[in-house]
């Protein structure tokens, strides 16, 4: 069940377009700097499967220019 | 904000991961606000109990309003009302309510007996500590006991000590550790001015055009007085320069960053203002009514011998005499020593001298800890005062603190050898005063002054001081030349007592380690840059036996028989305390703000005159002690004049040569808060920064086959050190130049910084000494 956070760097004026798209994905959670073009981003799925299928449906957004993932969590292990 | 123990653990790790990304922001963007985020992370369906105080954390005193719930403090945001940051925090006031659940609080009182602490119980404690004080004095003299706090004791915590140690024992062995940070800025304002603090706030910042930041990298130390600069260029198009010595994340959020030599401020300072005169750019009128000029003694020392003495002699001259000793300041000539071009040396002397723009100069350690500090300070004034750019809405030289209550306790209420709550010890009247007041025979109270922090640790490892006790400081991390005082501290009959809530290298060399109530777990106020004296509440039990730092020391004060002096109630000695305590200020230069009024705002500026703050004193306009009947008044100063000093370059005590070649810097990071043991007891905090490095300049670097993580071995003339390097990371030195910063008690910087300091001040220069460099 993996846990992941990113730091979106949107591309330019595509901030609104990319929280409005990111919202929609039921697993995404997002939090806007208000006074940078940029996002954190936090992913929770289920299963290494679904993590995938997630990953590869964010780089298709076009609006994104650059995600760096920050930290990984996966909550089946102790941390 | 913080999530409560209850929240499941699947939560706490999603939260986790949103505060690693938020951190790894806040280093990427200074200034960046999350703002909408503090209110949404507040846990849904709980009942909580909001209230106000100020940040535990840096000078700049922003107002936080923590969340409650049973017993515990479980969120917290900024507070909306706020002047200072108007409900935006920084990463660290963000997770400042964590610092208060580490894993390793010290709950109990903890005495030394041969190798081993035994627990005991606080009262056993407090009495061994009365009785030790008593029989040091006993046998050495009161001038055998000290204490040494800190720009973290609240304003009773301060207030209290200076009593016990200066009115009822009479030794002034009472330091702080503000004397490593904020010395120079005093004595630059009483040797401008007559009195210390800035005469403007941070409303300046509205008004300002442009912001000259002299070795101050605001964007880490202060970020959120920093977005508050960022947020005027996006709404007024201010200009921003940094002026400095390392390119850090300040100088690439700047307009424009201009690097100079180490110690080189004093020559580029002197420059700017030769061009203002050269160029028609003083403001005669002001001068003429508003300004005397003098010089003062050169070729000081640098105080690193023992029992080191220094008294300035000032002597009045003519402004002719200040111009012509300004020849030896031409751009051209500073331009070879300092490094910085005649063009940018220029570029700084018109933003200066320009009638239309009003400037703001903003420092902090880079100017205060400097082996000729208090003349960097002069010399920027200078610069204001010679334009008139002084005293008035954006027109601000303006020196930041980094504690926060290094104004509120240290320089207000005079937790210094020479100081009183009103005045210097060495003043008869002050003294008087100040006896009346505490109730204690004026003979009571030293006429002299005895050690400075430095000479206070000297006088530790020489046996001239038995009998220490430290509150809420970590002197064991950050003391230079550290090694000698690490080793002092452990001598045969020394005591020392220390006061903390969390385990630090400073209680390692503890006889007793007394616990502590943290921050808002009791009641107190502390005092900000901007002359902003905040209130707290006690919203939270201390945890185990652990009592605040005013009760440790009334509690010591009654059993060694100052009852009289001490008779505080413990339901009320706070408020008994701040009333008591207000009386040294009374009168329109320094009046305090009731307590009714900081418990029902977010603080007040004084002086608090008819209900009314004074953001910017010495102009007739907005202060109501002005009393010359011109439109400003220099009151501190007898002839109510503000003082031009004629201050020259001189070199630093110990400058790279050919066994070691490098400059060393030391400083801090965003993440963490000074010594780090509050900060590195923050998980994200501590993950985000989880040891300190050394930054080489890349060419350095690559010359010497260094990579970012590669060890490093420095050398000083004190000792060595190894560390991981970083190398075009976050910050970027100058060729030849090295930074470490000094949170990280695993990697003792100290160890290798030079015990020189600003022969005025006393306060020591962590920003320059030679170091070789070693690839390991």
Redesign the interface.
């Known amino acids: 069940m993996p846990i992941k956070s990113y730091l979106v760097h949107p591309q330019e004026s595509k901030k609104h377009a990319v929280i409005e798209m990111l919202s929609r994905m039921q697993q995404c959670d997002v939090v806007v700097a208000e006074n940078e073009n940029i996002l954190v981003l936090v992913t929770e799925t289920e299963s290494k499967e679904e993590e995938a299928n997630l990953k590869e449906a964010l780089e298709k957004i076009g609006d994104i220019k650059l995600m760096a993932l920050v930290s990984g969590f996966d909550t089946r292990k102790k941390i | 904000m913080y999530t409560s123990l209850q929240t499941n ?2 939560d706490f ?2 939260k ?3 505060l ?3 951190t ?2 806040a280093t ?2 200074p ?7 503090q209110e949404k992370g507040i846990p849904a369906d709980t009942n909580l109990d909001w209230k106000k105080a100020p940040c535990r954390f840096c000078g700049v005193g922003c107002g936080v309003l923590i969340g409650t719930e049973n017993g515990k403090a479980i969120a917290v945001k900024g507070d909306p009302k706020s002047p200072v940051n108007k409900g935006l925090c920084c990463v660290k006031g963000y997770h400042s309510i964590m610092a208060l659940y580490g894993s390793d609080r010290l709950t109990q009182p903890l005495v030394k007996k041969g190798n081993t602490y035994i627990k005991t119980s606080m009262k056993e404690a407090l009495d061994l500590v009365a009785s030790k004080m008593r029989e040091t004095i006993k046998e050495y003299g009161k001038d055998a006991v000290s204490i040494y706090g800190s720009g973290q004791w609240t304003i009773p915590d301060g207030y209290v000590a200076s009593k016990l140690f200066k009115g009822c024992i009479g030794t002034n062995n009472v330091e702080a550790n503000a004397r490593l940070c904020m010395a120079t800025a005093v004595t630059g304002f009483l040797t401008s001015f007559g009195l210390d603090e800035p005469m403007g706030c941070y409303e300046d910042i509205d008004y300002a055009d442009t912001f000259v930041l002299w070795g101050n990298n605001m964007a880490e130390m202060h970020p959120v007085l920093f ?1 508050r600069l ?2 005027q260029r ?1 709404q007024r198009g201010v200009k921003i320069v940094d002026l400095a010595t390392r390119t850090t994340r300040t100088s690439m959020a700047a307009d424009k960053s201009i690097l100079f030599n180490p110690q080189t401020d004093l020559a580029v300072a002197n420059a700017i203002c030769y061009e203002l005169i050269k160029n028609g750019w003083v403001n005669n009128s002001f001068v003429e009514e508003h300004c005397n000029f003098s010089k003062g003694l050169t070729k000081m020392g640098y105080g690193l011998e023992d029992n080191y003495q220094f008294t300035d002699k000032p002597e009045a001259i003519s402004f002719e005499d200040y111009k012509t000793f300004l020849e030896d300041y031409t751009p051209e000539r500073v331009s070879v020593v300092s490094g910085v071009s005649v063009k940018d040396i220029k570029y700084l002397a018109a933003h200066y001298g320009d009638p239309n723009k009003k400037v703001m100069s903003l420092w902090c350690m880079g100017m205060n800890q400097h082996s000729r500090g208090t003349w960097i300070n002069n010399l920027v004034y200078n610069i204001h005062l010679l334009t008139g750019k002084i005293s008035s809405p954006g027109n601000s030289p303006f020196s930041l603190t980094g504690q926060p209550s290094a104004c509120g306790t240290v320089r207000e209420v005079g937790t210094l050898t020479h100081k009183l709550p009103h005045g210097v010890v060495n003043n008869k009247e002050n003294r008087e005063f100040a006896a009346k007041i505490w109730n204690v025979p004026v003979e009571n109270i030293d006429p002299k002054p005895t050690y400075h922090t430095v000479e206070m640790f000297r006088a530790l490892d020489r046996g001239d001081i038995r009998f220490m006790w430290i509150q809420v400081t970590n002197p064991m991390v950050t003391m230079p030349k550290l090694k000698r005082y690490r080793d002092a501290a452990k001598k045969e009959g020394r005591f020392i007592v220390v006061s903390d809530i969390y385990p630090t290298p400073t209680t390692d060399i503890a006889d007793v380690i007394l616990p502590s109530a943290m921050w808002v777990e009791r009641e107190g106020m502390y005092g900000n840059s901007e002359r902003r004296t905040q209130y707290f509440e006690k919203m939270l039990d201390p945890p185990g036996e652990a009592i605040s730092d005013t009760m440790q020391l009334i509690e010591v004060a009654k059993r060694m028989g100052y009852e009289k002096q001490f008779y505080y109630k413990d339901e009320t000695h706070i408020e008994e305390i701040y009333t008591e305590y207000r009386k040294h200020h009374e009168g329109k230069k320094h009046n305090l703000a009731p307590l009714e009024v900081l418990k029902s705002q977010a603080g007040a500026i004084w002086p608090y005159v008819d209900g009314k703050e004074t953001k910017w004193r010495f102009n007739a306009k907005y202060d109501p002690a002005c009393s010359n009947g011109k439109d400003f008044h220099f009151y501190g100063k007898k002839d109510g004049k503000a003082v031009i000093w004629q201050r020259p370059y001189e070199p630093a005590a110990e400058e790279p040569d050919k066994e070691y070649p490098f400059w060393l810097g030391t400083g801090r990071v965003v993440e963490h808060w000074h010594t780090g043991s509050m900060t590195r007891r923050i998980p994200v905090l501590h993950q985000a920064m989880p040891h300190a490095y050394v930054e080489l300049h890349p060419e350095d670097a690559s010359r010497m086959q260094i990579k970012t993580g590669d060890k490093v071995k420095l050398t000083t003339r004190r000792g060595d050190i190894t560390l991981p390097a970083s190398v075009n990371e976050r910050g970027v030195p100058a060729p030849m130049q090295v930074f470490v910063p000094f949170f990280d008690e695993n990697m003792l910087i100290n160890d290798l910084t030079l015990d020189s300091f600003c022969p005025i001040s006393k306060e020591p220069d962590y920003k320059k000494c030679a170091v070789k460099v070693e690839k390991v």
């Open positions: 653990r699947r790790i999603k986790m991961a949103k690693s990304a938020m790894a922001a990427m963007f200034g960046i606000i999350f703002a909408e985020e977005s960022l947020d996006q």
